[in-house]
Every structure is written in C-alpha cells, then in structure tokens.
C-alpha cells in the first residue's frame, strides 16, 4: 500500500485491532535477532533505532526489513516512510506480509507530522530520518510511541533510542570464481542501548536466515574472556 500523506487519517485508526494496544504485549522479530533485544522481541512503545549512519549503509536495509517480518506474519501493521527505492519483492522474500505493509515514500516537508500520524494507529513505524532532526523532534515522537504502544523504528542516525543495531560488517555468499547468483549475506550486527540493553551484544547471522543454522560462530570481541558452548543464539 502505497500512499501519499493525505492518506494517512484513513489508515491509522482501522489499522490494527485494540487488542494491539497492549502496552505490554511484545511483538515478536525472527530467532535470527531475538538475542539482540533485551526481551526477544519489539517492546510496544520502545524505540529501536537501526543503524547509525546514512541508511542503506552495509545492509542496514536487509536488517531493517527483517525487524519487521514475525511482527508482520503475526498480523502487525507496519509503516515505512521516506524509503522510496524499497522494494516489495525484497520485502516479500524476507517474510513480511504486504497486505499490512504501508509505504509512504515521499512524506514531504512535514516529516514529523506523517511519522507522528502513523505512530497513532500502525504497530511498527519504520522512519527514515531525513538529516539532522532536533532533539525536541526525536523526544516528541519517541514520548509518541510510548503513549499509543506503537514501537519507533528510526532508520538512520538517532540520538536516544532505547536500543540502536547496526550492522557491523558483512559478505555475500553465492559467487564462485566471479560467477553465480547471490544468495544471502552474512552480516556481523551489534546492539547498544540503555537500561536492560546497557550491555553490548554482537551476533553473526545469514539473511535470509535458512532457518537452520540461525546464527554463525562467536564474534570474538575483548569480553569474551570465557568460552561458551554453542547456542542457537550466540552473545557476547
């Protein structure tokens, strides 16, 4: 669903049911990244920034679109404005339900009235942050999101989001000898926040995940002074 923001008042209210509204239900996110959230999941009325420099930087797009997709499958509205080179077929491939999917790819000069429009109606509002916003802007819409239970997704440079991913570094498997298809991409994705997400985490993970191996071996970092055993999610 493709929409321009005067669109926007006929599709917040109907959007999700009011059972939706519970703050404290948690919206789920794949196994793939449950491990990177202080509770395994989105917290309605949290903000979880994603990657924190210019988007589409190092894969910030595939993790972006992953955040969304359990949430999606489970009957979440999601929102993502200000991305308008996102594809459906990218969306699609990576689990998320196009029927609750709305896009708004050119919000215009009132960036912050759209996001704050959505957030009123629309479980999980992906915004693209457009340059530099105030922090009067980000403390109006992140008090936003607590008050109607919607979770904030800033996709960009975010000063004080409850937790920030990005993603560190990554590669793609597929091309052999300079031949072949692309098939997924290994990505190295770390987590930095505040209160339960205070601690930093790394996890290696193939996206598309195979929903076999879900996450690859231990990132080796100065804090892993101790050898674990082997998890399906592994931290550190």
Known sequence: MVLGSAALSGLVRPASGPESTDPH??????????GLLPQRGLRRGSTVAVGGGHPGHQGSTSLMLALLAEASRAGSWCA??????LGAVAAAELGIALDRLALVPHPGPEWA????ALI????????????????????RLAARARQ??????????????????QVLRGRWEGLDQGRG??????????????????????IR???????KTRVG????????AVRQPPLSVVRT
């Open 25 to 34: 239900r948690m919206l789920p996110v794949p196994p793939e990244l449950a």
């Open 80 to 85: 993502v404005v200000g991305v308008p080179a």
């Open 113 to 116: 009235t759209v996001v704050a």
């Open 120 to 139: 009123d109606g629309v479980d999980v509002v992906v915004a693209a942050v457009p340059g530099t916003v105030s922090a009067s802007v980000t403390s």
């Open 148 to 165: 109607r239970g919607s979770v904030l997704v800033p996709y960009g440079r975010w000063v004080g989001a409850d937790l920030t991913l």
């Open 181 to 202: 298809r692309l098939r997924r991409r290994e990505m190295t994705i770390s987590a930095r926040g505040r209160g339960a997400a205070v601690r930093p985490k790394e």
């Open 205 to 211: 993970v193939w996206m598309p995940g195979d929903r």
């Open 217 to 224: 071996e231990l990132v080796p970092t100065a804090a892993s």
